[in-house]
Structure formats: structure tokens, C-alpha cells
Nanobody, 114 residues
Framework: VQLQAFGGGLVQDGGSLRLSCAASGIIFSIDAMGWHRQAPGKQRELVATITRGGQANYGDPVKGRFTISEDNTQNTVYLQMNSLKPEDTAVYYC?????????WGQGTLVTVSS
């Protein structure tokens, strides 16, 4: 199973970025896909998840600013991040839930400058 994330980078306060993550090599069905993030010196936290049925769930810090979506045909999950703040700076990890197992990608760095 491989998860390849793209779209991280440097953006100014108030800017936008779009992350994408494509899953490959998954034999069994995908139940949900999502994103977590980890800032320096902090624990990994939930950003957003989305089920195959399209039900989305967001962490409190990003509600109203981030939108998760997916392309089921491509096993790809997207994260549109708007109104970015310096406190959003972190490594963003995509993940897949498949038959009770969670698979993690390698992470992509998002840096928001003030």
C-alpha cells in the first residue's frame, strides 16, 4: 500500500493551498480517507476525514476553512485549505482506513508565514 501526498509548500497568512493524496496497492475496499497533521513539538491531530459515503468530519481548528473531498474512482483524497494561519504550519499526513487497518502516507510540509 502506498500513499503519495502532493501540494505542500510555503504560503502567506490568509493564503490557500490544495493537498492531494493518491492511494495505490490497496486490495480491499477503502472505508475512509483523511488527513492529520503534526506541528513541531506537538502531537498529531485530526484535520479531516471523509467516508466512502461522503460524510466529512473536521477538527475544530480547521472547521469553516478547510474542505475535504475525494475521487473514489482514483482512490484520491483532497484537502482545500483556505484562510491559512501560521498555526496551520505542520507536516500533513494522509491516511486510509481499510478493513480496520490504517495506512499512512509520508507527509507533506505546509508552512504559513506571518
Amino acid at each position: 500500500v502506498q500513499l503519495q501526498a502532493f501540494g505542500g509548500g510555503l504560503v502567506q497568512d490568509g493564503g490557500s493551498l490544495r493537498l492531494s493524496c493518491a492511494a495505490s496497492g490497496i486490495i480491499f475496499s477503502i472505508d475512509a480517507m483523511g488527513w492529520h497533521r503534526q506541528a513541531p513539538g506537538k502531537q498529531r491531530e485530526l484535520v479531516a476525514t471523509i467516508t466512502r459515503g461522503g460524510q466529512a468530519n473536521y477538527g475544530d481548528p480547521v472547521k469553516g476553512r478547510f474542505t475535504i473531498s475525494e475521487d473514489n474512482t482514483q482512490n484520491t483524497v483532497y484537502l482545500q485549505m483556505n484562510s491559512l494561519k501560521p498555526e496551520d504550519t505542520a507536516v500533513y499526513y494522509c491516511n486510509v482506513l481499510s478493513r480496520g487497518l490504517i495506512y499512512w502516507g509520508q507527509g507533506t510540509l505546509v508552512t504559513v508565514s506571518s
